[in-house]
């Protein structure tokens, strides 16, 4: 007698292990965003990832959970067309993009202006993408996007998702020498062009708490784009 209670205690604890094991999945599911335009949600256990770009240093560094995990040689703008500054994220994610610009439609191939991938920022026209100039890596030369080699931005953008912080800096400081070291050349002072963020706020640069910003949990969960979308990007 006492045998069989034993075996059904011992029964009604596994039923309440599996009870709660279920209970802990669907909370976690719970918590899993829900992509929507303009949605925010915080992302249990997910990969923290912001770039950071010196349009001074004309360099682009991937940080996940507040560590460098690579960084990039880019073009920034020329002093005629700068890039913007401040906090943006990135808002669409194209593979092979037809360009389309004034009237003017490049299918994607050697001859695009804006490479194989597209990541659009929250502020318009703006984006890091590729380039059919490869010698302008390292240049102040866009019209204002960030511009990478075909090899690097492919890497970049198999890393990157909708929604990833990116943060545009103009004039290097003590955090981004920090970053990115001392430069190979004498800086070049970069115009500063303040843009908008996705709020619609005014957004200054600021590289205090890099690492802090990069392991945000407030991630902005939008739609992504298909392969062969349409770019009509303002700036090149």
């Given at each position: ?46 990969v923290k990832r912001t770039i950071v770009v010196s349009l001074e240093d004309r360099k682009l560094a991937l940080l996940e959970d507040g560590q460098v995990k690579k960084i990039y040689p880019v073009a920034v703008g020329k002093p005629s067309t700068p890039s913007p500054t401040g906090t943006f994220v990135i808002e669409r994610r194209v593979v ?141």
């Amino acid at each position: 007698m006492t045998g069989f209670i034993l075996s059904r205690l011992a029964m009604v604890a596994s039923v309440a292990v599996v009870l709660a094991v279920q209970a802990m999945a669907q909370a976690a599911a719970d918590r899993t965003p829900t992509r929507g335009p303009g949605r925010q949600v915080f992302v249990a256990g997910a990969v923290k990832r912001t770039i950071v770009v010196s349009l001074e240093d004309r360099k682009l560094a991937l940080l996940e959970d507040g560590q460098v995990k690579k960084i990039y040689p880019v073009a920034v703008g020329k002093p005629s067309t700068p890039s913007p500054t401040g906090t943006f994220v990135i808002e669409r994610r194209v593979v092979n993009p037809t360009y389309s610009h004034n009237g003017k439609v490049v299918p994607p191939g050697p001859g695009n202006p804006v490479g194989t991938r597209w990541m659009g920022l929250s502020v318009r026209g703006y984006g890091i993408h590729g380039t059919n100039e490869p010698r302008s890596i390292g240049k102040p030369a866009s019209h204002g996007c960030i511009r990478l080699a075909r090899p690097d931005l492919e890497e970049l953008y198999a890393q990157v998702s909708v929604g990833d912080t990116v943060v545009l800096v103009g004039q290097r400081n003590e955090q981004t020498a920090a970053l990115f070291g001392k430069p190979l050349m004498p800086a070049v002072a970069q115009p500063v062009l303040t843009s908008q963020n996705a709020s619609g706020a005014a957004s200054t640069p600021s590289m205090s708490g890099i690492a802090t910003a990069a392991t945000t949990a407030m991630v902005e969960a939008l739609s992504g784009a298909t392969p062969g979308d349409v770019v009509g990007a303002g700036t090149r």
